[in-house]
Nanobody, 126 residues
Framework: VQLQASGGGLVQARGSLRVTCAAS?????????MAWFRQAPGKEREFVAA????????HYEDSVKGRFTISRDNAKNTMSLQMSGLKPEDTAVYYC???????????????????WGQGTEVTVSS
């Protein structure tokens, strides 16, 4: 599975941005739970949001609840993160990842995720 993240950029605080992850390769994306992680300069990679293979289960890190929405389109092999109410502390490189976990389960730590995109940079100015 190859993952390609895109859509990052520079946005003002309280603005919105949508980042997208496109999957390619001989795979059925619905067999993977997917997630977004982010890594700010000098900090460890952290969980942002995850979605189960069917899209029926989602989970968010507390600081983004109510502001970010994760979604997926398995027919198009894509996953997206709609971000609104952005804050300067959301500035980071955002990575998408795929996890061949049991159906309906999403995980929030880095290690289980087998496939990673290259990251897309999001900068929020104050």
């Amino acid at each position: 599975v190859q993952l390609q993240a895109s859509g990052g950029g520079l946005v003002q605080a309280r603005g919105s941005l949508r980042v997208t992850c496109a999957a390619s390769g001989r795979t059925t994306l619905s067999t993977y739970a997917m997630a977004w992680f982010r890594q700010a300069p000098g900090k460890e990679r952290e969980f942002v949001a995850a979605i189960s293979g069917s899209g029926s289960v989602t989970h968010y890190e507390d600081s983004v609840k109510g502001r970010f929405t994760i979604s997926r389109d398995n027919a198009k092999n894509t996953m997206s993160l709609q971000m609104s109410g952005l804050k300067p502390e959301d500035t980071a490189v955002y990575y998408c990842a795929a996890d061949s976990v049991l159906h309906g389960i999403v995980r929030t730590t880095v290690l289980p995720y087998e496939y990673w995109g290259q990251g897309t940079e999001v900068t929020v100015s104050s």
